[in-house]
């Protein structure tokens, strides 16, 4: 089975301070996505990549940057966190074919910023 | 843009009674989207329940069903006996297959809490 591991699993961290979160993907996968899941907004697509060196901007991608160094590591930074980035953050490889959109899924970060 | 709106909160189902999780999508692609249901479990990641990228037909995984239907614009989630294991997170979602990106566009979730 696809495995897709983020960490770290909680993060507490201070206004202004500098945030990143990891994911790690062993599928072999091309693309691989970040979203932020917030109560009364569903999870939204943040950045994305195709493949290493790779970013794209997603629907909500102020205030945060991607980087794809290798196909097997995406991570999404957060220069100055803000309390509004307080969030669960999750990451999701997938194929990326016209018509096999199965995402695989992290378990998440919590991130909380104070 | 793509859209997706869904039974709002949370829903509580007895168990063994019948359940219905409602989803409508909008899109402005000239493709007709893949849909698909994801599910939260406690503690875990999200992960397919199932999906379907054909107008008109049905998909089903876990004793869930779910019918693709481009009349209504509607993917909605029904099973016929749900047990308390299936007390999670189900999230409707649509994908473009015209954009040829592997994005997906979600709904807002539905918390399904089934009681003994």
């Known amino acids: 089975e696809a495995a897709v591991t983020q960490s770290p699993r909680n993060k507490v961290a201070v206004t202004g301070g500098k945030v990143t979160l990891s994911c790690n993907q062993t599928n072999n996968h091309n693309n691989m996505y970040w979203y932020r899941q917030d109560t009364g907004h569903g999870l939204r697509l943040i950045h994305y990549?195709?493949?290493?060196?790779?970013?794209e901007k997603g629907d909500i991608p102020d205030g945060y940057k991607a980087s794809r160094p290798s196909q097997e590591n995406f991570s999404l930074i957060l220069e100055l966190a803000t309390p509004s980035q307080t969030s669960v953050y999750f990451c999701?490889?997938?194929?990326?074919?016209?018509?096999?959109?199965?995402?695989?899924f992290g378990h998440g970060t919590k991130l909380s910023v104070l | 843009g793509d859209s997706v709106t869904q039974t709002e909160g949370q829903v509580t189902v007895s168990e063994s009674k019948s359940l219905i999780i409602n989803c409508t999508y909008s899109t402005t692609s000239i493709a007709y989207p893949n849909l698909f249901w994801y599910v939260r479990y406690p503690g875990e990641g999200l992960q397919l329940l199932l999906k379907?990228?054909?107008?008109?037909q049905k998909g089903s995984s876990r004793g869930f069903e779910a019918t693709y239907n481009k009349e209504t614009t509607s993917f909605h989630l029904q099973k016929a006996s749900v047990q308390e294991s299936d007390s999670a997170v189900y999230y409707c979602?649509?994908?473009?297959?015209?954009?040829?990106?592997?994005?997906?566009?979600f709904g807002h979730g539905t918390i399904l809490r089934v009681h003994p």
């Open positions: 999701a490889s997938g194929e990326g074919t016209i018509s096999n959109e199965r995402l695989f």
């Open positions: 379907v990228i054909t107008a008109g």
């Open positions: 990549s195709y493949g290493a060196g790779s970013t």
């Open positions: 979602a649509l994908g473009d297959p015209g954009a040829n990106t592997g994005k997906l566009t």
